[in-house]
């Protein structure tokens, strides 16, 4: 490829700030998402009102979570399956929060993604954001050898998705206000999957949690992951990772 087509290609990109939190309190993650997402929204509010074109910005967080369980805006409490003094004796926290889906797990040894993106600036279909973010998780676990999908009528990337051995490997849920979204998608690398045991993961009773560690019977070098999944958004998103 030449010079000026390299350049040509580079103009389409989206500018998108990739930051990576590491081991991350919840509750501070939550509150810097927020902080994040409320400044993009009072940007595009503002070019709505003075009609002026301040561009808006993008970003890619990734980090790990101490032990949590978060429920989503349309879950069940009951599919928490600790009381107070269990989630003592986990070292776990819980939150009621501002997402789609139900009740999930994070924790060590996981990948979570907050996209805070003005989909203005790429393309305004949360459908299509979703299938997006499992294409990149697909991609992903392919340079790993491991062919994975959908499951229908569920978000999140599944293994065996077609028969009773379907597991899932990565849970999403999103918000999305104005266009600009946030929370994302919790993918299992190395996490110890003995912590979904204590709740009904997103509301499914029947099927198995899986880890990428587990299907390959080793740990994984949590940094090499990372790298291959945000090149694998990047590209899918068409982003320019700054």
Request: proline share 4%; aromatic share 10%.
């Amino acid at each position: 490829m030449n010079e000026t087509a390299e350049k040509a290609i580079a103009a389409d990109l989206v500018p998108t700030h990739f930051i990576d939190w590491g081991l991350t309190d919840y509750q501070e993650a939550w509150d810097k998402q927020e902080d994040l997402l409320n400044k993009t929204v009072a940007i595009k509010t503002e070019n709505r009102v003075n009609n002026t074109h301040k561009p808006t910005p993008n970003h890619l967080v990734f980090c790990e979570h101490p032990h949590v369980y978060t429920l989503g805006k349309s879950g069940h409490p009951e599919n928490l399956l600790l009381d107070e003094q269990g989630l003592k004796e986990k070292h776990a926290t819980y939150y009621k929060i501002n997402r789609g889906g139900d009740i999930t797990y994070h924790g060590p040894g996981q990948i979570v993604g907050y996209p805070i993106l003005d989909l203005d600036n790429f393309f305004t279909d949360i459908h299509l954001y979703l299938r997006t973010l499992e294409e990149a998780v697909i991609l992903t676990l392919k340079d790993y050898g491991i062919e994975a999908g959908r499951y229908p009528g569920y978000t999140g990337v599944w293994l065996d998705a077609n028969n009773e051995k379907a597991r899932k490997i990565c849970a999403m849920g999103v918000r999305c206000s104005r266009w600009v979204t946030m929370h994302g998608f919790a993918f299992n690398v190395n996490v110890d999957l003995d912590y979904f045991k204590n709740i009904v993961p997103c509301g499914i009773d029947d099927k198995a949690v899986t880890s990428l560690a587990k299907e390959l019977g080793h740990q994984l070098n949590m940094e090499e992951v990372k790298g291959k999944l945000k090149n694998h958004i990047a590209g899918l998103f068409k982003m320019k990772l700054v």
